[in-house]
């Protein structure tokens, strides 16, 4: 038989072969029903998992171009009369006919939609889905005993071209609840679509979705990247993300939502080393811009993440507005414009450390280290080093309405020294702070060291010490942390410190000047510095040497009461210096709620010796002493040309008032006192004249009178 003829007869039986293939498939699909086998798959689905397979919507099927099925009204769960764990609306697969001729995996669509995932725990953290593996004996279904076969990719898998024109999932939601925890969370998939899925070839993803962590609060999501994923299965690649983010009512109802972007260039993960590469992460909220870099990331061994984080300088308060909040009015009116950091950090299973810290706080610097172990003790190690700062820019303004919203039920605010030093007591922690320069309260000190440790909500001050006006000043101290206040014990002591300047910036007066002294031990509990004095018990010991009372002049004082008691005019030409100099000042006081008692002031030199009582108050800031000062009968007090028997005199003086009255107000004459001594002296004086003309008997009455 000729040759044409041969291939003519192959041709025609080929394609006879092929028009029975195709009439076979039309009948097949025309005539067999795929509803009748929902019993055989949900059977094969109770024996290979224990679920139940419910497949109450028609099923319908296809062959060419494409071959595929369509199932409606699915629903999957522990029992047949147990709620639904995953319930899908729809979901339909295609893959086109003749890629499959040349061994090609070409799918048209995958398509599911109105999908509903309902996951629990109960009080016991008991899962509601676990029932299936009961069901099943047990049982899992049997996985490949080869983990090469998935991390490396099988020899199929390398030759397999697939490809998947769409992927569309659209409208499922994922409900979880743990009534042991009270937690509750949301995830709802608006879209998620593929468009050009080839191996090996990039490919773009979208995904819009909504996040509800309490069940209520919504946080959207939308993200878009390119994508590749090598023949092998082993590859991952993706560019160009961008994860846009959107907070609905997180800062109250009315109020604009936060929105956030975080961009990457790039990233690899090679499945067969088990290694993660990503380009620098940035995000962005707001006017906040930060950036995470990331060392390439080796899975399969010991966890140990190396990194940097960066954030651009940004103003708090202009942060604070876009996120439709308001921070505090603070003193400082540039107070929290600038804020930026720059750490490296390193996590490991047994600790995570930032061993380069550097943070900028307007015109603040602070750089050191910080690690916390997850196991051991103490658990947080610090070593902070700061140039300097002005404390008293960050205090927050009080407003009218702080009382009205206490008043109200909503409770006092936290404390701020409370919120500063929370992070010390949460953990066992042990650190140093070293400080340039800091002010606080109006007063400044240099080369600040601090040794502190934190343990069960208290913080302990192990040592404190710094320069202070020329002087040094150290103590130790300890703080109770609570969510309303601090209570505190400090034991200070100050050395040579220059009292002048000191007072000058604590209480903006010039009362004093000389060299000081002190030690005290107290106690105090507060919000703040101004509660903190309220509330100040304890006893204090003070000495200043080498000092004078600025403002007023005792001996000036003392010859006008001789004045008075001559009835006469002190001379106006008397040059009085505005001030009174002495050698030494000694006082202790004994403070409570405040206000410190002193019942042995003393004084000497510049010609006087004074000694008496009083009180400071301290939050009311006023003072009240009654002293005695008698002259010593040096140069300067002959200028009131008094005789020696009024020197021996204690002349009354009374030095009383507010911290921000005039100096030459605050001391006088104390004249009730001083027409008490005027009455005896009288006494004195008849007893005298009395002398060698009574009896004896009566004189005795004298001396008892001058008594």
């Not at 994923?229 to 160009?240: A, W, Y």
């Not at 605010?413 to 409370?418: I, V």
């Not at 208290?458 to 150290?474: H, I, K, N, P, T």
Request: net charge negative.
């Amino acid at each position: 038989m000729p040759m044409g003829r041969i291939l003519w007869r192959s041709v025609q039986v080929i394609a006879l072969v092929l028009v029975v293939c195709l009439v076979a498939v039309v009948l097949l699909i025309s005539l067999v029903d795929p509803n009748r086998f929902k019993p055989q798959i949900s059977a094969a689905v109770a024996r290979s998992t224990g679920y139940h397979l419910d497949l109450a919507g028609d099923l319908s099927w296809s062959l060419y171009p494409v071959a595929g099925f369509e199932v409606n009204d699915v629903r999957l769960a522990v029992a047949p009369d147990a709620p639904a764990l995953v319930a899908v609306e729809n979901a339909r697969v295609g893959v086109r006919v003749w890629p499959l001729v040349r061994g090609e995996v070409e799918a048209d669509a995958l398509v599911l939609s109105g999908g509903r995932i309902d996951l629990r725990r109960d009080r016991e953290g008991r899962p509601n889905w676990q029932a299936a593996v009961q069901q099943a004996g047990g049982s899992t279904p049997e996985r490949d005993p080869d983990p090469g076969a998935v991390r490396g990719g099988t020899a199929g898998a390398a030759g397999l071209a697939l490809a998947v024109g769409r992927v569309r999932i659209e409208d499922v939601r994922l409900d979880y609840r743990d009534a042991q925890t009270a937690t509750h969370w949301v995830a709802e998939i608006e879209r998620l679509q593929v468009e050009g899925l080839r191996l090996g070839d990039w490919f773009a993803l979208e995904l819009i979705a909504r996040v509800r962590p309490d069940g209520q609060r919504v946080l959207n999501t939308e993200v878009r990247s390119q994508l590749r994923v090598s023949p092998t299965l082993d590859q991952f690649d993706f560019s160009e993300l961008v994860w846009n983010l959107k907070a609905d009512a997180l800062t109250g109802p009315g109020t604009a939502p936060v929105e956030a972007r975080v961009t990457s260039a790039s990233g690899h993960y090679a499945l067969a080393q088990q290694r993660i590469e990503v380009a620098p992460v940035e995000l962005a909220v707001a006017n906040l811009v930060a950036t995470l870099r990331l060392q390439p990331l080796q899975l399969g061994s010991e966890l140990d993440v190396r990194g940097a984080l960066s954030i651009a300088p940004f103003d708090a308060h202009a942060f604070a507005r876009r996120l439709a909040q308001e921070l505090p009015e603070l003193a400082g009116s540039e107070a929290l414009e600038h804020v930026a950091l720059a750490a490296r950090f390193r996590v490991t299973p047994m600790a995570v450390a930032v061993p380069d810290l550097q943070v900028e706080l307007d015109e603040s610097r602070l750089t050191g280290s910080l690690a916390y172990a997850l196991q051991g003790s103490p658990a947080l190690r610090f070593q902070l080093d700061l140039d300097a700062i002005d404390l008293d820019n960050y205090q927050v303004v009080a407003t009218p309405t702080e009382p009205l919203s206490e008043a109200a039920g909503s409770g006092p605010p936290p404390s701020p020294l409370a919120v500063a030093l929370a992070p010390l007591a949460l953990v066992s922690a042990d650190g140093r702070v070293t400080v340039g320069r800091v002010k606080a309260s109006g007063l400044t000190a240099t080369n600040v060291s601090l040794h502190l440790r934190g343990e069960d909500g208290r913080v302990r001050m192990e040592s404190a010490e710094a320069e202070l006006y020329a002087g040094r000043f150290s103590g130790t101290a300890g703080l109770k942390l609570q969510a309303e206040q601090v209570s505190a014990e400090a034991r200070v002591l100050l050395d040579e410190v220059q009292l002048e300047r000191l007072l000058a910036d604590l209480i903006e007066r010039r009362l004093f000047r000389g060299v000081l002294s002190a030690e005290g031990a107290l106690a105090a509990q507060g919000r703040d510095f101004a509660e903190i004095l309220t509330t100040l018990d304890g006893p204090v010991s003070v000495a200043v040497s080498d000092g004078a009372v600025l403002g007023v002049n005792v001996m000036e004082q003392v010859c006008k009461g001789v004045a008075a008691l001559r009835n006469e005019d002190v001379p106006p030409d008397r040059n009085w210096p505005p001030y009174t100099a002495f050698e030494t000042l000694r006082a202790s006081l004994v403070f409570s709620d405040g206000v410190g008692t002193t019942d042995n002031f003393s004084l000497s030199g510049g010609g006087l010796s004074v000694s008496g009582t009083g009180f400071v108050d301290l939050p009311r800031e006023r003072f009240d002493y009654r002293v005695g000062v008698r002259v010593t009968g040096d140069s300067e007090s002959k200028q009131c040309a008094t005789s020696e028997r009024l020197r021996e005199i204690r002349w009354p003086l009374r030095c009383q008032g507010s911290f921000s009255d005039p100096p030459a107000q605050l001391c006088g004459i104390d004249t009730e006192r001083l027409l008490q001594m005027t009455g005896e002296e009288a006494v004195r004086k008849l007893g005298r004249e009395l002398e060698g003309v009574l009896p004896n008997d009566l004189r005795e009455c004298g001396e008892c009178a001058r008594r």
